[in-house]
């Protein structure tokens, strides 16, 4: 039974992780660009389902919606004041870009986490669950709302799927992750790709940040902890790799809900923080790499 | 030339004595008015971003603006100036060092927090500032005042300590829980932090004693997000009841018990729960959660419970946290004690302090001589500070303990399963 709970709950917050990291991981192999305000764009979209959800009125599902739109917003805002200004700024050394779009998005964050801390407290805020009740699988009491979470989150990667795979602007934003060079070549204007990357990423960190919301809670004070969560997934999983990304996000869903079950709750994030350093020195483009 | 000269210095030195003791005279004039006329500063640091931490502020703000309502006291104005220290020790020691050296206070409330105020005690007795904790409820910080009086003997405990919260939570539970429902067994549920040391070392202590064995003594990392694991543990062991220490948390444990149907009650402390913002901070998931606080809604535990309590409410749409009620408090007795003192010379006010005796929104306040073990820390009892025990029903905060003033019966979600329930099964 003990086997049981950890599996559920482990593929739930897997799912979550890997939804959350999917776009990540997908910009990054794009554009090239390391996201560290992610955190603080989840953080919006939370923040602001769970306003319109409740003070606003507007019911959970609404909440929902809006929250999705808020996390899109933020993502758009982080890229055209942020990222845009540093990509085309001719004052920066090409080559120090990079760092320069890390440090920049890193601030961004930080900015993101105080104002909203300022705006909403640091208290933690919880969405209603989409579907409230519990259904007793083979002994384990399970939120409905858990499997849902799963399910939602397969449906959103199941579609980012269709999309780069099936659709012509989808294939251009493949092609862009392995040989931009190339796509400019044959007459592709790379903006467009960058801002529908942008686009996916910011709906998919929304739609993560909102479910994490009607999950577990989400605070302010949570944001640097997403974005490191984030970020080591990647890493473990292999820089710009998607499906890398998902197998990391349920290696460390599973290792931390383990950890949580048979060590002790307070050493959750220890074993996957372990894993990733070892990952970093013997495997240094992640369990699915490219390089 | 030589006479001149001296006569030079000599009118020089005149001069100088002259001006100094003109500028003395300046000096000192002002500070002689100020004992008449001059506002009494009260720094008041609290936590803005934290549910209890900001009622510290907001409640010593009301009661700056109704005793300067009343003409203030004895002819002067009560001046309170806030600082934020974002939950972090050093922000507190920061702000009581501008506080003191730079806005000139004459005495400090501070914090919820028990880590911050035993970060701010030293800073108390080294700048000889009269200082109260509204809120915080770590043993250590009267102990200290109790093991070296001379030196920390300016700092106050405005809020009953963990420990006598632990007995008071074992009473409550004892009439309410034990009694009723036959409950015999619990599991203790805290999170790691200072007040929670000595709390959990007295739930260990007192629940034996009114029947309830410990079978489990949980601590967990207030960064925890998931409880699912930690609720687990608990109902493996089958407990009759959670009995809670949690203040930094809140709405997490309480929604995921609420989600996951967790059939166990939560009784015990949870400090975020005594605020009327709760309920929806949780989206209701806090019903039927159990917790002591200092006072309840329309219970009038002293003539100015309720009016403070309805105030506060109108002022700034939330009922005060539990800290509100002290830190209202300790404003009116902080400005009565230099009335008595007639001066705000430091050692005078400690003095005064110490004689304090003021029915306030909660009770009555005193504070425990040099010969307890808890030195400045408030008497606790019925006399005295005692709380009260409130449930969450249908979105509202019942008052149900102590129970010949609160008469009102416990309710339970539909997923609780109570011990003579189970036993039926």
Known sequence: ?291 | MANSRETATQALRRLVQGGTALVAALAVAPAVSAQSSAPIKIGVIGEESAVAGASITKAAQMAADDLNAKGGVGGRKIEVITYDDHSSAADAVRAFQRAVNQDHVNAVIVSYISEVALAVEPWAARLHMPTITPGAASTLISKHVHDDYEHYKYMFHGWINSAGLADTICDTTKDLLVGPYKMKSSVIMSEDAAWTTPLDEEYQKCLPKIGLKVLDHIRFNPDTTDFTPIFHQIEAKHPDVIITGISHVGVQPTVQWHDQQVPIPMAGQSSQATTSSFWKDTNGATEGVITSTAAAPGVALTPTTISFTDNYTKRYGVSPSYDGYSSYDDVNIIALAVQRAGSTDPDKMVEALEKTDYVGTMGRVQFNGKDSPYTHAVKVGKDYMAGVAIQWQDGKQVCVWPTDICKAKLKFPAFIKLPQQAAAQ
């Open chain 1, 1 to 291: 039974m003990l086997g049981l709970q950890i599996l559920i709950d482990g593929f739930a917050i897997g799912s979550l992780y890997g939804l959350g990291a999917v776009g990540f991981t997908l910009m990054f192999g794009v554009s090239g660009v390391l996201n560290l305000a992610h955190g603080g764009i989840m953080l919006v979209a939370a923040l602001i389902g769970w306003l319109a959800a409740g003070d606003l009125g507007l019911g959970t599902y609404a909440g929902t919606l809006i929250g999705i739109l808020a996390g899109l917003v933020s993502a758009f805002a982080t890229y055209f004041v942020v990222v845009r200004p540093i990509q085309r700024s001719k004052a920066i050394p090409r080559e120090e870009t990079e760092i320069f779009v890390l440090t920049g998005t890193l601030l961004w964050g930080i900015m993101i986490q105080v104002g909203m801390a300022y705006l909403f407290t640091d208290n933690p805020v919880t969405m209603r669950p989409l579907i409230g009740g519990i259904v007793n699988i083979l002994g384990v009491r399970t939120p409905y709302n858990e499997i849902m979470i799963a399910a939602l989150c397969w449906i959103a990667i199941g579609l980012l799927w269709v999309l780069v795979n099936r659709t012509q602007a989808g294939k251009a934003l493949l092609a862009a992750s392995i040989n931009p060079r190339g796509l400019t070549l044959l007459g592709f204007e790379l903006s467009n790709i960058y801002l529908l990357v942008w686009t996916i990423y910011g709906i998919l960190a929304g739609i993560a940040g909102v479910l994490l919301a009607s999950f577990l809670g989400l605070s302010s004070a949570n944001a640097g902890q997403l974005t490191a969560s984030a970020f080591s997934i990647v890493v473990l999983g292999g820089l710009g790799s998607v499906s890398g990304s998902l197998v990391a996000a349920y290696v460390v869903g599973y290792l931390e809900t383990i950890t949580a079950y048979l060590v002790a709750p307070t050493l959750r994030p220890i074993p996957a923080l372990i894993l990733l350093v070892l990952v970093v020195y013997i495997r240094p483009q992640g369990l699915l790499g490219r390089r």
